[in-house]
């Protein structure tokens, strides 16, 4: 330990160069068939300087990946451009100070990782500002490494869309939010917030747009950089808004404008009034351009009509140049101020986020919709990957195979089944035969560790034996049918996806939105009996259970019919005793005859139950975690609460030998007991915030644990 220390203290100073190369070929990466993914050991880097973190000698916690995720909005330091941040859906933050090549979180003081809205401040970059989905505004004064809340005047969890920073008076701040308790219908609660005191206070300056029926928001803020008493403002459904008085008082600008579904907003900042600005708009209908100042606006359409527009960003150098981040047409780009418009690439994936480097303007970042950050080094001409250290992706199961605990599995919600045979460092996707990508359990067999199911959200069930195929096939027997089909999370569940609406229809920031309905019921859980590896339970969203008497080859109904079965677990010392954790709150369903019949267990205090759990340790003990905290039950007798109360707890792990040792996932981190739950300690750091899908102790090593996160990829972590 001593000689780590020393090690990181001599090199202190030393920095590192940049480990991604970029590739002349585009894309260099596709979703579901990319290369293998790397693991990534943050760097611990203040400004100027790069340090090797400690390293304990005793099993430290190994972020697993797999490196992509949701680029929801990027900053680049005006004055430092290699200082680079980039805001995530779930993971928070990450910065980077080598241009985009490693990049590492930075989320002390944050209290919501879904971030919405960046901004850094134009005459001290060490000042940023990011707005979050539900948490209003977070603000950093020291290059975005610790976070402070500014919420003074803001409608209690608002969801922030776009901030903008007066460029010559920095202490004016505006922001454009939503209210938190509107959703699919009107009224949206949108408000327009001026600060002009840094975001120590700030009051409400556009309100009730369209009406007090429609109270509509505002997506995208631009202020004029040479005369920054004007500004403009990009409404969801009623057009663009202009103030000529420092954000004081707004005026429609629709002279011009036929289609009012705004998403983004930017001026040229070449020009005081009358001013040249571009405006895009959501309903594919293409790019609208002023110039003088919104009075007039014409359409230019060449190229840009028929997508979706996210996003934009005007080349700094070059203001006739403009980069647009679209849903469907990857990134478009204009070299002659909206003439024409063409594609540069990026379209096998949507678009979030677009920024151009303030110095050289050669190179441009786009940030996707699930596939990570990429960079390119000739203004769009060909993209390379750009992610080493930043992991936002939805991880279910992760695990070690029980007979090569150097073979990693993990499936994902977006990205499939994923493979390592190197303990982690590197993720080979494991599709084939796949029919749907959105998978919500993976489980070996216990009596052939070659034999994976995978339990999609939309196509059923699927079984692959390695030792004779990398191929998936469908197991149709008798699996719930599609008349069944319900949302496989209700919007009170911890596991429901955070899915903003924009315009009339939800756009997936996360994979699936929570009121869609699948093809297929989804399937939620699988568990063996641990004393007949032949007899297994299939938990379903709004089918009840199924039964397999010959270890997942077929299946029947077995009873919990109309019921949305989140967790399934089986007594290990009696095959017949089950146990079912469903949408019915305050009661554990269970059976004592092979799910023949069912009796409901009452839990006070009648919490929702997320998970159960039983005891190789313990034959005849049952726990649940629930809405209220983690409950026991002893041979058939009474509920009783063992810990965490108030705590929604999603994920529960029991040690193998030791009864008294367990673990209990959460909605924000993780904490364990070695006492049977008399005491509890929080994991603190690499779990911090996150929201626990599942954990499993390593089979071969259960001193070895792996956590599957539903931002933040898979790790590994240590136990004693």
């Not at 980077?96 to 879904?114: A, C, E, F, K, V």
């Not at 003439?339 to 690439?345: D, E, L, N």
């Not at 769009?380 to 605990?405: C, K, L, M, P, Y």
């Not at 919500?440 to 069930?461: K, Q, R």
Request: net charge negative; glycine share 12%; hydrophobic share 35%.
């Amino acid at each position: 330990m001593l000689l780590m220390i020393a090690l990181a203290s001599s090199i202190g100073n030393t920095q590192l160069p940049g480990v991604h190369a970029e590739a002349s070929v585009q894309p260099t990466r596709q979703p579901s068939s990319s290369p293998p993914y790397s693991i990534f050991l943050p760097l611990i880097q203040v400004v100027g300087h790069t340090y090797l973190p400690v390293i304990m000698t005793n099993n430290p916690p190994v972020k697993l990946g797999p490196e992509a995720g949701y680029v929801v909005c990027m900053g680049i330091d005006p004055q430092s451009p290699n200082i680079m941040y980039i805001g995530s859906w779930g993971a928070g933050v990450f910065r980077s100070t080598n241009g985009g090549s490693i990049w590492y979180p930075t989320n002390n003081g944050l209290g919501d990782l879904y971030i919405n809205s960046m901004a850094i401040d134009p005459t001290n970059p060490a000042v940023l500002y990011v707005g979050t989905y539900r948490d209003e505004i977070y603000k950093s004064t020291d290059y975005g490494m610790d976070w402070v809340q500014i919420n003074q005047g803001i409608t209690n969890g608002a969801i922030v869309y776009t901030i903008a920073i007066d460029p010559q008076n920095s202490q004016r701040v505006y922001i454009g939010t939503r209210g938190p308790d509107s959703y699919n219908t009107p009224p949206w609660y949108g408000v327009v917030y001026r600060s002009t005191n840094g975001g120590a206070s700030w009051s409400s300056t556009l309100t009730n747009v369209g009406g007090t029926s429609q109270q509509d928001w505002v997506y995208s803020l631009s202020v004029l950089p040479q005369q920054p008493n004007e500004i403009l403002a990009a409404t969801h459904q009623h057009g663009p808004y202009l103030s000529t008085d420092y954000g004081v008082t707004w005026n429609p600008v629709l002279n011009g404008i036929s289609d009012g579904s705004g998403r983004a907003v930017v001026f040229d900042p070449r020009y005081t009034s009358p001013a040249t600005a571009y405006y895009g708009v959501w309903h594919r209908t293409g790019i609208f351009k002023t110039t003088n100042d919104g009075q007039i606006w014409t359409l230019e359409e060449n190229g840009s009509r028929g997508t979706q527009i996210y996003s934009m960003a005007i080349d700094p150098v070059s203001p006739s140049t403009l980069y647009v981040a679209t849903f469907g047409n990857g990134v478009l780009k204009t070299t002659n101020g909206g003439a024409s418009w063409g594609s540069v690439g990026m379209s096998f994936t949507n678009i979030y986020s677009v920024a151009v480097n303030p110095v050289n303007n050669a190179i441009v970042f786009s940030g996707t919709a699930g596939s990570g950050l990429y960079k390119s080094t000739n203004g769009g001409a060909s993209w390379a990957a750009s992610e080493q250290g930043f992991s936002n992706t939805n991880v279910t199961q992760a695990f070690a195979r029980s007979d090569n605990g150097q073979t990693l599995m993990m499936s994902t919600y977006g990205d499939g089944v994923l493979e390592s045979t190197d303990s982690g460092v590197t993720w080979s996707p494991l599709n084939t035969g796949l029919g749907d990508l959105y998978v919500h359990d993976l489980v070996e067999s216990p009596s052939n560790p070659n034999l994976f199911f995978a339990l999609t959200d939309t196509s059923g069930l699927y079984r692959m034996d390695l030792a004779a195929s990398d191929h998936w096939s469908q197991v149709s027997d008798n699996v719930p049918p599609p008349a069944s089909a319900s949302p496989a999370y209700s919007g009170n569940h911890p596991f429901a996806e955070h899915a903003p609406v924009i315009a009339d229809q939800v756009i997936p920031y996360g994979p699936l939105a929570a009121d869609s309905l699948p093809s297929n019921s989804p399937l939620l859980a699988m568990a063996f009996a641990p004393s007949n590896p032949q007899l297994a339970y299939l938990g379903t969203s709004g089918a009840g259970l199924y039964q397999s008497t010959d270890g997942g080859a077929h299946w029947a109904a077995s009873g919990l019919e109309g019921l949305t079965v989140w967790s399934v677990a089986v007594d290990p010392g009696n095959s017949s005793l089950i146990y079912a954790a469903t949408n019915l709150n305050g009661v554990v369903k269970t059976s004592q005859d092979g799910g023949v019949t069912w009796a409901d267990t009452a839990l006070p205090g009648a919490p929702a139950i997320y998970t159960v759990a039983t005891s190789l340790a313990e034959p005849g003990a049952v726990y649940a975690g629930t809405s209220n905290g983690v409950f026991k039950q002893v041979n058939g007798g009474s509920w009783a609460p063992i810990g965490l109360s108030g705590q929604q707890v999603t994920a529960l792990a029991l040690h193998p030998t030791r009864a008294s040792s367990l673990i209990a996932g959460t909605a924000s981190g993780a904490s364990y007991t070695n006492d049977g739950g008399i005491n509890w300690t929080p994991i603190q750091d690499a779990l911090t915030g996150l929201t626990i899908q599942s954990i499993q102790f390593s089979r071969q090593n259960p001193s070895e644990v792996f956590y599957a996160t539903q931002t933040s990829g898979a790790m590994r972590l240590p136990f004693h």
